[in-house]
């Protein structure tokens, strides 16, 4: 098992430029997240899907978009990137929504954003 | 609403002494408490987790925590570092039956150990 993984592990952007970070994984999990992790913060939810057709907002979902694939896939896309959004982001996965399961974390995407 | 506070932003010890990182919470509910380790450039990974069984909890790598009510608390312990414990700590709270977005992370320690 692969577990979670992220793709591209590392971009760079420039202000304006769009990407879409990609998150998959093999444990049959049906709840999937997207954080951001900046320095001094700890990890914020961006969004999050409970189960696979569904999506809702997190702590921080502005200047993001997200889209369940089906249940594997999970991404989260930047249309208009700007420098606040220069971070870490992890993609999580677990079995259900219940907060007292153990997440699951991929190994994360750098971004950088001029 | 939950919160979690980690007291220290840094812990530096010797090789071979006590571990120990302190996590303080608030929850107006019944929480759950977990602690996950970051190993540098890597993703989060789950030490140990509390979910109102037995109080003192053992996890991996020779860590465990206590929660403890009355104080609301939940530190974390290992009786004798190891240089690949060097890592960042995280603290996380969350509500017991509480939806997908109920957790909540504190900051963070960065382990430090020392030869």
């Known amino acids: 098992n692969a577990g979670v993984t992220q793709n591209p592990k590392f971009q760079v952007l420039k202000t304006g430029q769009s990407m879409t970070l990609q998150c998959a994984q093999d444990m049959n999990h049906n709840s999937m997240y997207w954080y951001r992790q900046d320095p001094g913060m700890g990890l914020r939810l961006i969004y999050y899907s409970a189960s696979e057709g569904t999506t809702d907002k997190g702590e921080v979902p502005n200047g993001y978009n997200v889209s369940r694939l089906n249940k594997r896939e999970f991404s989260l896309r930047l249309e208009s990137a700007a420098p606040s959004q220069t971070s870490v982001y992890f993609c999580?996965?677990?079995?259900?929504?219940?907060?007292?399961?153990?997440?699951?974390f991929g190994p994360g995407t750098r971004l950088l954003v001029l | 609403a939950q919160s979690v506070t980690q007291l220290d932003s840094h812990v530096s010890v010797s090789e071979g002494t006590p571990v120990l990182l302190r996590c303080n919470y608030s929850s107006s509910y019944s929480p759950s408490l977990f602690w996950y380790v970051q190993h540098p450039n890597k993703g989060l990974q789950l030490l140990l987790k509390?979910?109102?069984?037995?109080?003192l909890v053992k996890g991996i790598n020779g860590f465990e925590a206590e929660f403890k009510k009355s104080e609301t608390s939940f530190h974390l312990t290992k009786p004798s570092a190891h240089m690949s414990d060097a890592a960042e700590y995280f603290c996380v709270v969350s509500k017991t039956g509480g939806g997908a977005d109920g957790l909540t992370f504190g900051k963070g320690t960065h382990l430090i150990i020392q030869p």
């Open positions: 999580a996965s677990s079995t259900s929504g219940q907060t007292q399961e153990t997440q699951y």
């Open positions: 509390y979910t109102s069984a037995a109080t």
